[in-house]
RNA sequence: GCAGGGGUGGCAGAGCGGUCAAAUGCGCCAGCUUGAGGGGCUGGUAGGUUAGUCCUUUCGAGUGUUCAAAUCACUUCCCCUGCACCA
């Protein structure tokens, strides 16, 4: 029962314009500073989210995306966050044992990269520091050992997410360049090499020849990533046999090797003679070509260098490798030194420079066609003449060049040679295989978005690794079992899933080491460390024993323990399962599987199915993961945060100026989970001043003493218990934006009609539900909110939605008040005058009868009713005319109070509608009215009569 | 090209067969409130029309299914993201 002990009650009138006071700057009773230290200090000192095993209790686990620490975080970082720790939030208020721990990332070259910027006192990222981040050049330059600046920021980062209230429980915190943490990920890797997922193999990537090292991306001037091309190096001979050398062609094309005329050479260009130190075979390239192919192993050495003139004028032929044809060797200016071997082998059937070049010289040829394009017969030729391109420095040909490749390797089928049928995109890759197989060709790569420059401004090259170290993702039986995984997964939004069956499906093998970068020293080879995709797969699994491992001596931590701890396996010397071995073990066995997985939705390219992969491969079926849920980024007024567009709004900042939960609540609530939200000052002061109302409205009459048993204290618990069940649904599913329109807009805008319609104001039993709904979104607010409203403690229960409480008939009754309003407005709007006397005429009894009757018919005809109304004895002549309304909108009509119910609820409000146009209102039934218009009268639509 | 997502009012973004001229927020306009401003409140925001109504046009374009389509099917155009070794 809502209303049986105050006695003491003190009236408080106020009017609506009372409360027009919603003034930011009077905030310093509303101080958010003040709010959330408050609160964030008494739950730390409660150790409320320092979660451990609890056998009569539920657990749930969750955890998000560790940060990787080479900056502050920015409010889209904190969106994931926000959203996971309002999951766990909500998961304690549902009575659950919750785990919500957090780390830091710190593998990979990018801090090495940042810190190297630092200690060469790089402009450019002093500026971005100073201006964006706001770090004097004073301070940035203390951070120039990667240690440091992982130290800095990373305190920079846990204060903010302390600031924003995330219920974390940091004991288990940790680097993921910890020694402890570096034994467990060694173990994985021991783990995933018996299993034989770990292999080896060449690999090509970019290199920094002054350097003498790999290069990535954040290595390179303007961050650029290297791509890399293959090309495959064709080795043709010359046709008398009197030259054991070869003339080394280079081509993205190989598969056109049937249809080649000729070979091109830059007369111009220096070129060499040289000799394979392994082989002994000789090639004949240009000189640029020589060095870049002995960074990709050909160990040449220069026999002979001379201009390309002399290769033309020797007047020889060479033989195509496949075909056996002998072709002649022809100059070409066009031909340059940077790209492959700067030798061309010429196919004018498909490459339009050398149908052009060819044209040129007044040469025409049978063409061979290898390719077939719907629409074409010889495309490069055809487009050539459609454009009118004369030579061979005609621009336009590039543009030609790149169509022709476009669509012949994506649409292409080929029409000759032994993958005769096939598409282009696989016959390319077999022609080249053959190739390679045989010896009659190498590969051979090239930076494709060359040029790019290593920071120490030397020009990367294309280089191959040998023994690489790869995971391989590729096996079939563990695609299957990752994908039973998934399958078993609850997947938020469930549209991304086939993203991830794509992605499982089209992973090949992936790199995990890497010669550089901070992290973990790869077991089987201790130059190399373990690259950061690779390292953060089960780093959830470290979390439940991360603050006990600690307590073991680095030293004494061996795969024995690992095995233990997460595979159940006795060590072979039962003596060595200590206190904290067991403890350890206890935590996993309590905390694991992974109840959710929280991540930003560009990662479930690479790291989520990844995570799944690996979690498959080591642990147990009931420790798979339960369910992942990614979300969009934040736009900040509109637009992508980025350090060149210098609008990024450091998190630390937007809550010195809008307080942890407006933050917290402004970066969740603009949109549905997976799309892109909006930041911008608008929406944020929308939600503070909203909040600031209800706030005031807490602190001058929360306490107030007078029963709150009115109808409006009613209706507002009765909608609001109403919300309970919807929200209990949201919360499950992550539905941030229903959530935040339902527990927070809509119930502002009831507050509003509240505080209209009430006489007084009495929120006693509304603000501690309502602070139990919302805590998961403002926890600091709710807990004030709770803390005004006589409640001790923290908030700690979710509502439970008292059926009892909630009243159809009282909610339909406002809401018709409400349309009542409106349309008092409205008319007295156009007839452009004051009301001063308003009747009000509620529709007879059987009108809704006869709703009702209309509702049940099937296949209802103006007929059919009619009869049926007239079977009724219903008034036949006022009939017709309902039944002509009725008909137009059947779909639409509804009846859900009885006229008492009606008038009953007009009663009430006719104070209400006096007072706010300041006139009479007189409330009749449709029967007891004169005037012509209460005939009008429909169900849920009363006639009203303006005087 | 392949894969995934998407095209709705000034903007963002719901809706996914009837209650839809289309939630909500922002913006804009008018009135009120306020010492001004900010803020707040009320109403309006496709066009026309009317005592709260009704009509027409509208949800990328087109065709179809249906008594009924923003919502379903087909065709077509356009946009975004990914296609890797980068955290």
């Known amino acids: ?107 990979g ?16 990222l002093f500026d971005i520091f100073e201006n964006i981040y706001g770090i004097p050049p004073e301070q940035t330059k203390k951070l120039a050992n990667p240690t440091d600046l992982v130290m800095h920021f990373s305190k920079e980062i846990e204060a903010g997410m302390k600031e924003m209230g995330f219920s974390i429980d940091w004991r288990r915190k940790f680097y993921s360049f910890d020694r402890h943490f570096g034994k467990f990920i060694q173990w994985q890797f021991r783990k995933l090499k018996s299993l034989g997922y770990l292999v080896q193999g060449e690999h090509p990537i970019a290199w920094c020849p002054k350097d003498n090292q790999a290069v990535g991306g954040h290595d390179t001037k303007g961050d650029i990533d290297p791509e890399m091309k293959d090309f495959t190096a064709i080795k043709f001979a010359y046709s008398d046999g009197k030259d054991d050398g070869y003339i080394l062609t280079a081509t993205l094309r190989p598969e056109t090797i049937y249809a080649v005329t000729n070979i091109w050479i ?11 130190k392994k082989t002994g075979e000789i090639y004949y390239i240009v000189k640029r070509a020589y060095e870049k192919m002995n960074f990709q192993g050909f160990e040449l050495e220069i026999v002979e260098e001379f201009l390309g003139k002399h290769l033309i004028d020797l007047g020889k032929k060479a033989k195509n490798p496949i075909t056996s044809d002998e072709i002649p060797i022809y100059p070409a200016n066009y031909v340059k030194d940077d790209s492959g071997t700067g030798m061309v082998m010429s196919v004018p059937s498909h490459a339009p420079y050398d149908h052009v070049a060819l044209v040129d010289m007044g040469i025409h040829l049978d063409y061979k066609p290898v390719v077939r394009v719907e629409g ?14 004369r030579n061979q420095f005609d621009p336009r040909l590039e543009d030609v060049v790149k169509e022709v ?12 040679g032994p993958y005769k049928g096939e598409k282009v995109s696989t016959a390319i890759d077999k022609t080249k295989a053959d190739m390679l197989t045989k010896k009659l060709a190498y590969p051979f790569w090239e930076i494709n978005n060359k040029p790019v420059y290593c920071r120490c401004g030397a020009e990367t090259v294309a280089t191959i690794l040998k023994n690489q170290w790869f995971i391989d993702y590729s096996q079939e039986s563990w695609k299957e079992k990752t994908k039973e995984c998934i399958a078993s997964m609850t997947i938020i939004p469930e549209k991304t899933r086939s993203e991830y069956l794509y992605t499982i499906d089209w992973l090949k093998q992936k790199a995990c080491a890497r010669s550089q970068g901070l992290g973990t020293k790869f077991p089987f080879d201790e130059k190399l460390v373990i690259e950061a995709l690779s390292d953060s797969t089960i780093y959830m699994a470290y979390y439940t024993i991360a603050h006990i491992i600690t307590q073991i001596p680095e030293s004494e931590i061996d795969d024995e323990f690992f095995d233990f701890v997460f595979l159940g396996k006795e060590p072979k010397n039962r003596s060595k399962i200590s206190k904290e071995w067991k403890e350890a073990k206890e935590s996993f066995l309590y905390w694991y599987p992974l109840d959710s997985r929280h991540s930003a939705g560009d990662l479930i390219r690479n790291h989520l199915p990844f995570f799944i992969f690996i979690h498959v491969a080591i642990f147990d079926k009931k420790f798979w993961p339960k369910q992942i849920a990614t979300n969009g980024f934040v736009l900040m007024d509109g637009k992508k945060m980025s350090k060149s567009m210098g609008n990024i709004l450091p998190l630390r900042k937007a809550i010195a100026e809008y307080g942890a939960d407006v933050v917290r609540f402004s970066v969740v609530a603009g949109a549905e989970l997976s799309s892109d939200t909006d930041f911008n000052r608008g929406v944020a002061d929308g939600v503070r001043s909203r909040l600031e109302l209800i706030m005031k409205l807490a602190k001058d009459f929360s306490v107030a003493k007078l029963p709150p048993c009115g109808r409006m204290e009613k209706w507002l618990l009765s909608r609001l218990h109403q919300r309970i069940k919807k929200s209990e649904k949201m919360y499950g599913q992550l539905a941030m934006r229903e959530l935040a329109l339902e527990l927070f807009y809509e119930v502002f805008s009831d507050l509003q009609w509240y505080i209209k319609r009430s006489e007084s104001v009495n929120l006693k039993h509304f603000l501690p539900i309502w602070s139990s709904l919302m805590s998961p979104f403002m926890p600091h607010y709710a807990q004030e909110l709770w803390h005004l409203s006589g409640n001790n403690g923290f908030v700690s229960d979710f509502p439970k939605a008292d059926e009892g409480l909630i009243d159809p008939i009282l909610e339909s009754g406002e809401e018709l008040i409400i349309k009542v309003h409106g349309d008092i407005e409205k008319i007295s709007n156009l007839i452009g005058k004051k009301p001063s006397k308003v009747t009000l005429y509620v529709a007879s009894e059987w009108k809704r009868k006869l709703y009702a009757l209309a509702k049940s018919i099937p296949n209802l005809s103006f007929e059919l009713l ?12 006022e009939v017709q005319n309902v039944v002509k309304q009725i008909m137009k909108n059947l779909h639409s009509i509804s009846a859900k109070l009885s006229q008492k119910e009606e008038l009953e609820a007009l009663s009430h409000g006719s104070t209400f509608f006096a007072k706010d146009y300041g006139c009479v209102i007189e409330v009749l039934t449709e029967e007891d009215g004169k005037h012509d218009k209460a005939k009008s009268a429909l169900p849920d639509k009363p006639a009203i009569v303006i005087e």
Not at 60 to 76: C, D, E, K, L
């Open 866 to 877: 009619m009869k049926s109304a007239a079977a009724e004895k219903m008034p036949m002549k």
């Open 1 to 107: 029962m809502l209303c049986n002990i105050e006695k003491q009650t003190i009236e408080i009138k106020i009017l609506p314009s009372d409360l027009t006071y919603m003034d930011s700057t009077s905030d310093s009773i509303l101080n958010h500073k003040t709010i959330e230290s408050r609160w964030s200090v008494k739950w730390s000192e409660a150790k409320l989210f320092e979660s451990n095993p609890d056998p009569k209790k539920e657990k749930r686990y969750v955890t998000a995306a560790f940060p990787y620490p080479n900056s502050p975080q920015h409010i889209g970082h904190a969106r994931t966050y926000a959203t996971t720790d309002i999951y766990a939030r909500y998961l304690r208020l549902k009575g659950y044992n919750v785990l919500f721990p957090m780390a830091f990332h710190v593998t």
């Open 109 to 124: 070259t990018p801090i090495l990269a940042m810190a190297k910027r630092i200690a060469e006192g790089d402009r450019e």
């Open 266 to 276: 830059n007369p111009t260009l220096s070129h060499v003679k040289a000799r394979s």
């Open 376 to 389: 074409y017969k010889f495309m490069a030729k055809e487009l050539i003449e459609t454009l009118g391109i």
């Open 405 to 416: 490749y476009k669509k012949e390797i994506l649409t292409g089928v080929m029409v000759l």
